[in-house]
Structure formats: C-alpha cells, structure tokens
C-alpha cells in the first residue's frame, strides 16, 4: 500500500517552455500532497504544501507564478514549471499523506521522482 | 523555528556490523519520527516511524526515541552493501504540521 507514483520520469525540454509533471497517491486518497526539488549531493528542499481543493502554500524563496501547483483531486497534484531555464533542472521530487483517521495520515510516502533537464 | 540535525557523514561501517545513526531535533513538541532511505538518484522511502519512547524494532532495523533528551536513532544490525545510502531523520510536531527533514547522513558500508 501507500504507493505514489509520478509522470513523467524524465523530461527534457528547451529553454522558455513549460512544464508539466504529475503526482498520483494510487492506493490512498491523499489530502495534502508535498513538492519537493533536490540538487545532486543536497539535501530535499521543500517548495510547496497543497491541501485538495485549495491553493498552494508556497516556502519562502519559491515563485509561485513560475511553479504552479494544482491539486484538483483526493489522488492527482500537479507541478507546472513554466518558463523553464537551466537552472530549473532539478531531480522534483512529490510525497503524499492521507485521510485524517487514516494509517497513511502518519507519515509521507514519496513518488519516485521525475528529473528535469532544460536545454 | 523547527529544525532536524544529523551528521552529514559519511560514516564508514564494516559489513556485518552495526551501523548507528543519529538525529536531534529542536521541538519538544514533537510527536512523530521517521527514518528515510535514500539511494543515490532515488526518492526517499520510508524506513520506519516511531511516536513513543523507547525501541522499535523491524526486521534488522530498530529505531530508538528519547523525547527528554530530543534525539533519535536509527541502528542497523548485520549492515550490508546495499544499506550503503543516505539515512533522513524526519520529525513533524503535530498530525497537523509538515514534517521537517534533517538533511542526512551518508552511509558507507565497506565489504
């Protein structure tokens, strides 16, 4: 149980696009999905919190006009990284927690990640 | 503001022996603790979570919580190479609140 899953894995894409990476809980309905971003040999970085149904709470330091996030559904949060530039390739990273009263609410379980290359 | 401390490493352990990680945090508050692997490349999975003082043991893994002294531990018993990975502490102060990563510690474990 408790499995999350991200498309895609891998995106390569040309400096000025947008794009757009998804995040499903397949085994549980998740309330509060997380975005992480981490640099190679660094640690996670936390860069938004989103509660189904209700904008995103964004770290500080983190443009929210240029990472939109969308969580339409108890199973699917989205990350758009609009205008991406060279130094938006990361390794983006999403987790998600569960229902109040649920086992899965106790902790964050992590999708695999997708990795992002701007050319 | 909440912070999760551990020892970057690395930290080298024969095979067969047991590798012991270390966390401290800064809230007393705080309610529940989990342990993270991460491979290189990889997302984190969680190890195993604890919420009351004392031991918990899961297969080779045991994790310790001392609330009055604000630390936590992660013991691996009968270490192997495929252990070799970066170890997150993370804690979170309430059902209600994010939880908070330490920023790991390196695991080697040399043959």
């Known amino acids: 149980g408790a499995v999350v899953s991200q498309h895609p894995s891998w995106v390569i894409c040309k400096s000025g696009t947008s794009v757009k990476i998804e995040c499903r809980s397949l085994d549980f309905q998740a309330t509060t999905m997380f975005w992480y971003r981490q640099f190679p040999k660094q640690s996670l970085m936390l860069m938004a919190t989103?509660?189904?149904?209700?904008?995103?709470?964004?770290e500080q330091g983190v443009e929210k006009d240029k990472f939109l996030i969308n969580h339409a559904s108890l199973t699917l949060s989205t990350l758009t990284v609009t205008s991406a530039h060279p130094e938006d390739s990361s390794f983006y990273i999403c987790s998600a927690s569960g229902l109040a009263g649920a086992a899965y609410q106790e902790t964050q379980y992590f999708g695999p990640g997708t990795r992002l290359l701007v050319l | 503001q909440k912070e999760v401390e551990q020892n970057s490493g690395p930290l080298s352990v024969p095979e067969g022996a047991i590798a012991s990680l270390n966390c401290t945090y800064s809230d007393r508050g705080s309610q529940s603790f989990f342990w993270y692997r991460q491979y290189s490349g990889k997302s984190p999975e969680l190890i195993m979570f604890?919420?009351?003082?004392g031991d918990k043991e899961d297969g080779r893994f045991t994790a310790q919580l001392n609330k009055a002294s604000q630390y936590v531990s992660l013991l691996i018993r009968d270490s192997q190479p495929s252990d070799s990975a970066t170890y997150l502490c993370a804690v979170r102060y309430s059902s209600a609140s994010k939880i908070i990563f330490g920023s790991g510690t390196r695991l080697s474990i040399r043959p």
């Open positions: 604890i919420y009351s003082n």
């Open positions: 989103s509660n189904e149904g209700s904008k995103a709470t964004y």
